[in-house]
């Protein structure tokens, strides 16, 4: 026999391929082959061998009944091989097979049916494979292990039937008080995720008949678990998609923008998805987004519905579970004549004399709204209340982004007073504008339901005006919200910068200011001061002649240096006038 397991003429070369050993103490043969040229299993091998070594080997497969001479083999080991393939008869004649050990191969697949042929096998060695997955049909084979080592592999998740064949394992008899069975689940990618709830806590509930190799076991993912060991999870069971009811029927004018909605629940996350009964594609959008509560909802936003887009439409959740379906009936109905904001050919103020600009933005406005007769009322020529003050009234309209589905309207009315007004808004190019009304003293309104990346006109106006340009504003959700963002990020930045250099220049000033005021402190007031104040004073006092009241002294114009004696100074002069005397001007 050849080292690639072909038959060789002299026995010379057998001996090279494989080494026999006989156990004296025991008496059972070993046969230990570590040819790195070998490329199948030998065939000469004696058939009252009992232990089987094949290891560092060129060995790709092994096919059927390869082994299924030898009746007596009780340990196959083929380590650190590579062996890709192994036959789903490679097993067979095995009957008192104990042991297989297949470690550092590179199966990416397990014949778990050959396990039937060895009906004894208690030890069945896996580690370091590239086994993704362990189908729920090979739990039958593997009740009667006492060992099972899948550590260094690729496993995501164990079947639910595999816990089960492991649950009611007794302690071995054999062994009082040692496990019944040792695992090796370590160094796997575990997607902790729903679908591993049952064997966390299985393998974590502290069951007496189970030991593990290496305790700790960690989750590769999904992101924001990577690295958390079993025993921190908290993870919900599986749960399949369940519709939140819904519309059945939604009506809509021509020309108008509709959004449909349609919320589910599930663990883990259902998809959603839309489509149309009749098989035509979408004419809209569909946005996903997940509520507080968890509810998964998907948007599906037409812009402009025409008839063309009337029909049923079907919402789907689904996740590995199962899915679940809800029909929704579109109606396009004609659009509703408007009395608010519309503007007619021959409508009062068409023609402001604020330059051609003017009268075509007022024109653009003009298409985009419905084509209704301008309503019963004083004219701006008669001076009634549509004046051309009150055409004006609502001044600084701007728009100011919340999120990519909602923006809010801005604006100034200080001569509005108790005046009612009206927000039109529709698509870029509609004909049929929504209308939101606005209580008097209200400046600004919310618009909800909008679609991502599509433009919208929305005017502000008294209920019955026609806007003019200032009144009107394009302006498209998500840009406005980004622009909001980044304005804001730029306010931050610049503030920081500037408490930055502020703050020195407060310092330096500060520091300079108390600098002067210390210095005037410990100067004080000068003794030549004081006594020329008391000699004044009583100058003041010794005149006798009278020349008349004098004007009572302003203590404003020298407050600093007479404060302390002005009472005195009152009195000597009431005194002096008293008594016939002059005062002088030396009062100060």
Request: charged letters at 20%.
């Amino acid at each position: 026999m050849s080292a690639s397991g072909h038959p060789a003429s002299d026995t010379s070369a057998l001996a090279t391929v494989y080494l026999l050993v006989a156990s004296q103490l025991f008496a059972i043969p070993t046969v230990v082959c570590n040819d790195p040229d070998m490329t199948l299993p030998p065939a000469a091998v004696p058939p009252d061998t009992c232990r089987l070594r094949l290891e560092r080997t060129a060995i790709r497969r092994v096919p059927a009944a390869a082994f299924v001479a030898l009746r007596r083999l009780e340990q196959l080991w083929l380590p650190y091989n590579a062996l890709g393939r192994l036959g789903a008869r490679a097993l067979r004649g095995l009957g008192r097979l104990r042991e297989l050990r297949l470690p550092g191969n590179r199966l990416a697949a397990f014949p778990w049916a050959a396990l039937g042929d060895a009906p004894r096998l208690r030890l069945l060695d896996l580690q370091a494979n590239r086994l993704a997955a362990v189908p729920p049909g090979a739990a039958r084979f593997l009740r009667d292990l006492t060992f099972l080592d899948l550590s260094s592999n690729r496993l995501l998740r164990l079947p639910p039937a595999l816990q089960a064949a492991w649950a009611p394992l007794p302690a071995a008899p054999s062994l009082p008080g040692r496990p019944g069975l040792v695992l090796g689940l370590q160094d796997n990618p575990w997607a902790c995720d729903c679908r591993l709830h049952d064997l966390v806590h299985f393998l974590e509930g502290g069951a007496p008949h189970l030991a593990f190799i290496e305790a700790g076991l960690r989750c590769a993912g999904p992101g924001g678990l990577a690295g958390v060991a079993f025993r921190q999870l908290q993870l919900s069971r599986c749960q399949g998609p369940e519709l939140r009811p819904g519309v059945a029927s939604v009506r809509s004018p021509l020309g108008s923008t509709v959004l449909l909605r349609c919320g589910a629940t599930g663990v883990p996350e259902p998809q959603m998805s839309w489509r149309r009964v009749s098989g035509r594609p979408l004419n809209g959008t569909v946005h996903q987004q997940v509520s507080r509560d968890g509810t998964s909802w998907a948007l599906l936003g037409l812009p402009a519905v025409s008839h063309l887009d009337a029909g049923d439409y079907v919402c789907q959740a689904s996740n590995f579970l199962g899915a679940s379906e809800t029909l929704t009936s579109l109606v396009v109905t004609e659009p509703q004549a408007s009395t608010e904001c519309s503007r007619s050919p021959e409508a009062p103020g068409a023609g402001t004399g604020e330059g051609p600009e003017a009268a075509a933005y007022d024109r653009l406005v003009a298409r985009r709204m419905p084509p209704t007769p301008w309503p019963a009322g004083p004219s701006m020529e008669e001076g009634g209340p549509t004046g051309p003050q009150e055409a004006r009234m609502v001044t600084a309209l701007k728009v100011v982004g919340d999120t990519h589905q909602s923006v809010t309207l801005v604006w100034k009315a200080p001569r509005a007073g108790s005046v009612a007004l009206s927000v039109l808004y529709a698509v870029l190019g509609q004909r049929t504008m929504r209308r939101v009304a606005v209580p008097p003293g209200r400046t600004r309104v919310t618009l909800r339901g909008l679609v991502p990346e599509t433009k919208y006109v929305a005017c502000v106006c008294a209920r019955g005006l026609a806007p003019r340009k200032e009144q009107c504003v394009v302006f498209s959700p998500d840009e406005v919200a980004d622009a909001e963002a980044t304005q804001r990020l730029i306010n931050a930045v610049v503030a920081s910068v500037a408490a930055v250099i502020a703050l020195p220049l407060t310092l330096l000033v500060g520091c300079g200011a108390l600098r002067r005021r210390c210095r005037q402190c410990r100067a004080g007031r000068s003794p030549e001061a004081t006594s020329t104040y008391l000699s004044l004073d009583g100058l003041s006092l010794s005149l006798g002649e009278d020349s008349g009241p004098r004007p009572q002294p302003s203590l404003g114009e020298a407050e600093g240096l007479l404060s302390a004696r002005s009472s005195s100074s009152l009195d000597s002069a009431t005194g002096g006038a008293r008594r016939g005397g002059r005062v002088d001007e030396y009062f100060c």
